[in-house]
């Protein structure tokens, strides 16, 4: 399995920054060269994005932040790095000559990507000392966010580095895709190359204007395309007799003029000034942070969406995103953490998302109750209930909430859970959990609740093991000295 420990970013603007995000989310220190007098601030912009989406992306236990480190040249931010990310700008003897020097200084088994979206890995290679470890490594944007990595081998680049690149990726939560042979512009962006050859004819013929345009796609096939792509889009329009009948079907469309797409249209100023002046009138005063925050927001709602789907076994950039949470999970969710049981158990962290607001602008109730069982999750983990428990058949199921709102969260609102624990015996732990807003400390929600041990194969309730007993009795015991929380017992009803 290869993992990056350390990475180097060379180039640090809309791209380089944030793979450099990506890499520090995922736990890695990074160096960054990037000449720019404003790379610093651009790349921290990049980042407080990228932490933004991924606080509303996964409850699973981020590793700590991996650290930036700005470097005075590419020589010092490759030493002694696993992955080199090239991200400069898209001219060819520019990028051959950045990845010339980054394979002079690095180190000879460090993998060199570059995130060139057309130029031939062989091209960039050309004048490596070590090109076997070079290929390109094509994202999209942003980074931190959509997973996909175009893996794309030159003439010289061995294939034990695809695989080794493919292993690393995965690990930081990417999709690598390999492409068989290298052409330019790989797949994504000739696919996207037709379609923007196309867009740019409709608006020059005055069929429509960019936001008409933008709403034929993101009303209609951009939906599909999130989740199924093309081709199995297209076998389900093809019904019961599928794919072949889909072909027979539209095949002969391929004979009409539908498509002007191989004519390339003339990019003259008026049609720039047309496309900003529409470009500019869409936007309706928004600013680009504002509309990278939407952006950011949609995405990450459609990943979710995507998480639950397929009877909770999650498809796609989903299911893939599940599969990341379960690693993280493994790593940093079900190791013992010190806690102090002299007191409620700090368990959860969150900021409240844009996805868990109503139209009451505030906190949605299901979501008070996703926190309540993210915290139950966190005590189970303490007490050795974790992912391979589960698997192995037992588990602890809830069978009965109060839930009592006394206060609001707002969008972006910091919060945190503290639990104590009631009473507990073999099959039951009884417990109380409060939700607090970070800044005052003060109570917005608790929830009262009983958990029973069960078998799940045979869906009965059964006595707890002795080892889960055993890191349970500590808390348990702590918690008995406390005294019994305001609001525990309460019944619907009672006055306050
Ligand atoms: C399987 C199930 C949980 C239990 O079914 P059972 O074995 O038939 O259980 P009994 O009803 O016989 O109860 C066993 C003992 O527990 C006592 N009990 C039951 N309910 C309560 C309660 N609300 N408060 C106090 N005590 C209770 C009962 O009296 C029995 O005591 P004994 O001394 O006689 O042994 C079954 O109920 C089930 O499957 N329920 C559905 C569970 C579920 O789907 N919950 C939602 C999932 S959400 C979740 O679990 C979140 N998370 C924990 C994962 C975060």
Known sequence: MT????????????????????????????????????????????????ERAYGMLTMAPLPPRGKFIFCKSIEEAVQDVDWIQESVPERLALKRGVITEIDAAARPDALIGSSTSGLL?????????????????????????????????????????????E?????????????????????????????????LWLIQDD??????????????????????????????????????????????????????????????????????????AQAAGRSIRELERIRDENLVGIMHALK?????????????????????????????????ASGPLRLVETKVNAAWVDYNGHMTEHRYLQLFGDTSDALLRLIGVDFAYVEAGHSYYTVETHIRHLGEAKLGQALYTTLQVLASDQKRIHFFTRIHDAGSDDVIATAEQMMLHVDAEAGKSVPAPAEVLAKLKPIADGHAKLNVPEGAGRHVGQKR
């Open 3 to 50: 993992t990056i420990t350390k990475a180097a970013c060379i180039g640090g603007g809309v791209i380089g920054g944030a793979w450099a995000a990506r890499f520090a989310l995922a736990g890695i220190d990074v160096n960054i060269f990037d000449p720019h007098p404003e790379a610093e601030r651009i790349i921290g912009e990049v980042m407080a994005n990228a």
């Open 121 to 165: 890995p062989s091209d960039l290679q050309a004048e490596m000392k070590h090109p076997e470890r070079m290929f390109v490594a094509h994202p999209y944007n942003p980074v931190y966010l959509l997973p996909l990595v175009e893996l794309v081998g030159g003439k010289k680049t061995a294939p034990e580095t695809i695989k080794r690149a």
């Open 167 to 199: 292993e690393a990726v995965a690990e930081i939560g990417m999709k690598g895709v390999v492409i068989a042979k290298e052409i330019e512009a790989f797949v994504g962006d000739r696919l996207l190359e037709a379609l923007w050859r196309e867009a």
């Open 207 to 280: 069929i429509c204007d960019t936001e008409t345009l933008d709403n034929v796609m993101r009303y209609s096939f951009g939906m599909r395309w999130a989740q199924m792509g093309l081709f199995e889009t297209y076998r389900i329009a093809g019904g019961e007799a599928g794919m072949r009948h889909f072909l027979a079907q539209f095949g002969p469309c391929l004979k009409w003029p539908w498509t002007k797409f191989t004519d390339v249209v003339d990019l003259d100023d008026a049609l720039v000034e047309k496309i900003g002046a529409q470009s500019d």
């Open 308 to 340: 639950a789907s397929n009877g909770g076994e999650g498809w796609g950039a989903g299911k893939l995103l599940a599969d990341f949470e379960k690693r993280l999970w493994a790593k940093g969710g079900n190791q013992s953490k010190s806690y102090n």
